[in-house]
C-alpha cells in the first residue's frame, strides 16, 4: 500500500464517528424528555440539613439562614425559569432562514434556475453543461467570456468545474464569481461563504480567491476556504502551499499543509497545527465538529437546514463539544444527536430551531 493511500485513510476516532451515525437510523433514541427533567432536576435539589438541637441562638440563627436560602433558591428558580430577567439567559436569534431554494446563475441579465426545466439545454447551447447538482465550463464557446454568479441556497452544496478545469465545491449558502473562461496572467474567482478547492497547476498562471476579507493565492493545490463573516474566515490546507493576503496589508504569508489560518479584524492571520478531515467532511456529506463552540454547530444546521436559530439561554451558545451527523438525513434526526450529548435541549418547530 502506498503513503498515499495510509494518508487518506480515516482515522480510528473519525471511523467510529461515522459509523455511530449511520448505526443510529437503526437504534432506537433515548428518551430525551426524560433526560432533560433529569437535568432540571439538578437544578432544584437541596443540601441535607441536621436536625439536633443546638440551644436557642443557634435555633434562631438557623431559622434566619433557612428563610435566607429559601428565599435565594426561589429567587434563582425564577431567574433560571424566566430567562428575561437574566442577562445570561438573554434570547438570542443567531441565524436566519432563506427564501430562495433553488441553485441560481447570473450573467447580466440573463438569470438561470439550475433546476428548472430547459435550463440545461439553454446552457448547453453556450458549451456550459448544467444539472441541478453540477456545473462544467470546460467546454465554454464565448469568445468574449463574461463573468459569472453563482449562488446556493441554504440546504444544498454545489460541484463546479471551471474552464481550466479547477474543480470546486460550494457549500450551501455561499456565492462565487468566475469567469466563463480564464484570460490574463491570474486565474481569479471571488467567494463568499465556503468552499473546497482542488485547484489545476499552471505554474504560469497563478489561481486566486479574493474574499472580503483576504485573498488565497496558488499555482495548484488543495484546500477549504471559508468566509461568511468576518468571526469564521479561515482557510485550511490540505495540499501544496498556498499564500495569504490581507486585503489591507502587503505583507503575504505562507501556509503548509495540516494548517489552518485564521483570519482577524485587525488584518492578521492566526496559524495553527488541525486536523484537516474536520474542516472538509461536509464535502463528503457529514456534518463533524470538534471542540467547537454550540453557537457554530447551530448556526451550521441553520445554514442546512433552512431554519431560524434561537438560543433562549444565551450563556450556552459558548459550550464546546463534538458532534458528527449525516447531512443526508432529516433535521429531526440532527437534533436527536445532538440532544444525547445532555449539555443542551434543542426544539424544532415552525422552521425554527430553540435552544434552551
Known amino acids: 500500500m502506498e503513503d498515499n493511500d495510509l494518508n487518506n485513510m480515516p482515522r480510528p476516532r473519525e471511523e467510529m464517528d461515522v459509523r455511530r451515525t449511520f448505526n443510529r437510523r437503526y437504534v432506537q433514541q433515548p428518551d430525551v424528555d426524560a433526560a432533560w427533567r433529569k437535568f432540571s432536576a439538578k437544578h432544584t435539589s437541596t443540601e441535607k440539613t441536621d436536625n439536633k438541637p443546638h440551644g436557642n441562638i443557634r435555633m434562631i440563627w438557623g431559622f434566619i439562614a433557612g428563610v435566607a436560602a429559601t428565599v435565594a433558591v426561589m429567587l434563582s428558580l425564577n431567574l433560571w425559569n424566566n430567562g428575561t ?69 441554504h440546504g444544498k452544496d454545489y460541484h463546479v468545474t471551471l474552464s481550466d478545469g479547477t474543480e470546486m465545491w460550494l457549500n450551501a449558502g455561499s456565492r462565487l464569481i468566475f469567469p466563463e473562461r480564464f484570460t490574463g496572467d491570474r486565474r481569479i474567482v471571488e467567494l463568499e461563504g465556503e468552499a473546497y478547492f482542488a485547484v489545476s497547476k499552471d505554474a504560469q498562471h497563478p489561481f486566486e480567491v479574493r474574499t472580503r476579507f483576504f485573498t488565497a493565492s496558488v499555482l495548484g493545490t488543495a484546500f477549504n476556504l471559508r468566509a461568511y463573516t468576518a468571526t469564521d474566515a479561515h482557510v485550511v490546507l490540505v495540499e501544496g502551499k498556498v499564500a495569504l493576503q490581507d486585503r489591507n496589508n502587503s505583507t503575504p504569508i505562507l501556509i503548509e499543509p495540516g494548517q489552518k489560518a485564521q483570519w482577524n479584524e485587525q488584518g492578521q492571520f492566526v496559524v495553527n497545527q488541525i486536523d484537516v478531515h474536520s474542516y472538509i467532511q461536509w464535502k463528503d456529506g457529514f456534518f463533524y465538529f470538534d471542540d467547537v463552540p454550540l453557537v457554530e454547530v447551530l448556526q451550521e444546521l441553520g445554514r442546512w437546514y433552512n431554519v431560524d436559530v434561537i438560543f433562549e439561554n444565551s450563556h450556552k451558545m459558548n459550550a464546546r463539544l463534538h458532534f458528527v451527523a449525516d447531512r443526508n438525513q432529516n433535521l429531526h434526526s440532527a437534533l436527536n444527536h445532538l440532544n444525547m450529548l445532555d449539555i443542551v435541549h434543542v426544539m424544532e418547530e415552525n422552521n425554527k430551531i430553540t435552544v434552551r
Not at 430562495?100 to 434556475?113: A, E, F, H, Q, R
Open 85 to 153: 430577567d437574566s442577562p445570561q439567559n438573554e434570547v438570542t436569534q443567531v441565524f436566519n432562514a432563506s427564501n430562495n431554494s433553488d441553485v441560481v446563475l447570473m450573467s447580466g441579465d440573463m438569470t438561470y434556475m439550475l433546476s428548472a426545466s430547459g435550463c440545461d439545454s439553454v446552457l448547453l447551447a453556450q458549451g456550459v453543461a448544467a444539472t441541478a447538482d453540477s456545473l462544467s465550463y470546460r467546454d465554454v464557446l464565448s469568445d468574449k467570456p463574461q463573468m459569472m454568479t453563482l449562488v446556493t441556497p
